[in-house]
C-alpha cells in the first residue's frame, strides 16, 4: 500500500438488532409535552397533563396545544395545573422550583403506575 497505510484488509462491523419490547415502542412514539427551563426534565407525557386542560385554560388563558407550540410550561406552572391549583406570581420564589420538580416527578410516577396498573396496557 502507498503511504504507509493499513494493510490489514477493511472488515465490515455489524451489530445485533435492538429488539424492543412493544411497549417500549409505544412510549417511545408517545406524543410529549415540553417543559421549559428545567436542567433536568425536559417533557412529560401529553397524556399526563392532558385531563387538566380546563385548568390549563383557566391558569393561562391558552390551551395546551397553544402552550406547548409556545414552548411548554415550567415546572412550577406545569405543577399547578396538574393539582388544579390557580395561578399566582406571588406565590412561589425560584427556590421553590426544585421542590416543585420532585412534586412534578412523584406526580408523573403516580400517573404511570396507574397506567400500566390499567388493563391493555
Keep these: 500500500m502507498r503511504g504507509g497505510g493499513l494493510s490489514a484488509p477493511i472488515r465490515r462491523v455489524t451489530f445485533p438488532l435492538l429488539t424492543l419490547h ?3 415502542v409505544q412510549k417511545m412514539a408517545e406524543l410529549m409535552f415540553p417543559i421549559i427551563n428545567d436542567t433536568v426534565i425536559k417533557a412529560i407525557p401529553w397524556a399526563a397533563i392532558a385531563p387538566y386542560q380546563a385548568q390549563a385554560q383557566a391558569n393561562h388563558s391558552q390551551s395546551l396545544e397553544t402552550l406547548a407550540r409556545r414552548g411548554g410550561l415550567d415546572v412550577i406552572d406545569a405543577v399547578r395545573v396538574m393539582r388544579e391549583m390557580e395561578w399566582d406570581i406571588g406565590q412561589c420564589s425560584s427556590g421553590d422550583r ?4 420532585v412534586a412534578l416527578m412523584n406526580d408523573l410516577l403516580k ?3 396507574r397506567r400500566s396498573a390499567k388493563p391493555g396496557t
Design 22 to 24: 412493544a411497549l417500549e
Design 98 to 101: 426544585s421542590a416543585f420538580r
Design 111 to 113: 400517573f404511570e403506575r
